[in-house]
């Protein structure tokens, strides 16, 4: 799409972001055949029973659900209520609460009772997960594709940072850092109406993620292009009057929204260095507005926070 060819990372067909299953969610005996049985051939289920009443219940569901939302997708949860689901209950003999089950391939392959420390649910999860992944030998690794991505991004290999994004999005839809990463390689291809569609069509779970959060900055910025003519006149009115940080900051803005990114980090950093505490730090609030901009792992944020550094504690 962007004119670059790009690394071979996964021979799997590419589609864009689409609806799936929510990964946290209650069923009861009506749906549980669809939502647990059936959703278990395609990806690992933890069927978690609890109750209203029940004290180890509350401390256990917690854990759980930031173990599954930590697995980018890769495992669901779904919670039932035992006092309204007694026969779901009998059918498994569940005789105490909590009990989870983790069910693959339609049957339940492992479980537990009682509260568990973080890492005995960690390690429960993680063995569900890799049973599904020996399972599923076309299955991407994530965290790994996720690293070349953002190293494609990094270095402006925008067709292969598209089709990293685009293959962790087709085994997880809800992947915020692959759905904000497929934002940014539109607004670095200059796409900025194909990066607000993203946006407008962003699931609700994404659009509270930092990721998108910082997206959105991006895109923020990206739509602030300034004319040439706008471009010379600040670049003059801060040279002409260097002791004006107010100018130095309109600058910056300007040269980021027109690309010269570098540019407008050295601008802040001057700025900086004059007078780190003028109108309230707003130089350095501007740069870190930048930096989660441009994304933590850009070369220009790393060096960028450096300096920032240098002069902040030197």
């Known amino acids: 799409m962007f004119g670059s060819k790009p690394r071979n990372i996964q021979p799997s067909a590419v589609r864009a972001p689409g609806a799936q299953q929510e990964t946290i969610f209650d069923v009861g005996t009506a749906d549980f055949e669809t939502k647990v049985m059936a959703a278990s051939m395609e990806k690992p289920v933890i069927v978690d029973f609890w109750a209203p009443w029940c004290g180890p219940c509350k401390q256990l569901m917690p854990v759980l659900e930031r173990a599954v939302q930590a697995a980018g997708g890769e495992v669901l949860l779904a919670k039932v209520n035992l006092d309204e689901n007694p026969e779901l209950a009998g059918a498994l003999r569940v005789q105490s609460v909590p ?9 339940p392959v492992d479980a537990f009772q009682g509260a568990q420390p973080e890492s005995a649910v960690q ?9 599904a992944r020996a399972a599923r030998p076309d299955a991407i690794d994530i965290p790994e594709v996720l ?3 953002a190293e494609a991004l990094g270095a402006s290999d925008l067709q292969t ?3 990293a994004y685009a293959q962790i999005l087709q085994q997880d839809e809800k992947n915020a850092h692959a759905y904000a990463g497929m934002i940014r390689t539109f607004i670095a291809a200059g796409m900025i109406k194909q990066a607000q569609g993203l946006v407008a069509g962003a699931p609700e779970e994404i659009t509270k ?6 997206a959105l900055t991006a895109l923020e910025l990206a739509q602030n292009v300034p004319s040439s003519d706008e471009l010379l006149a600040l670049e003059k009115k801060a040279a002409d009057n260097p002791e004006d940080l107010d100018a130095k900051c309109a600058l910056a ?10 540019q407008a980090i050295e601008t802040l950093l001057a700025a900086i260095a004059q007078d780190r505490e003028w109108n309230d730090q707003e130089a350095r609030k ?5 930096f989660e901009a441009l994304g933590h792992s850009d ?10 550094s240098r002069l902040l504690f030197s």
């Open 299 to 308: 070369p220009l944020t790393i060096a960028g926070r450096k300096k920032l």
């Open 147 to 149: 690293k070349i991505a």
């Open 209 to 214: 993620a930092s990721e998108f959060e910082a």
């Open 253 to 262: 803005e300007v040269q980021f929204g027109a690309d010269q990114k570098e």
């Open 123 to 131: 390690s429960f999860i993680d063995k569900l997960v890799q049973a």
């Open 286 to 290: 501007t740069l870190l507005r930048f």
């Open 99 to 107: 009990t989870v089950f983790g069910f693959w391939g339609g049957q």
């Open 161 to 163: 940072a598209q089709s």
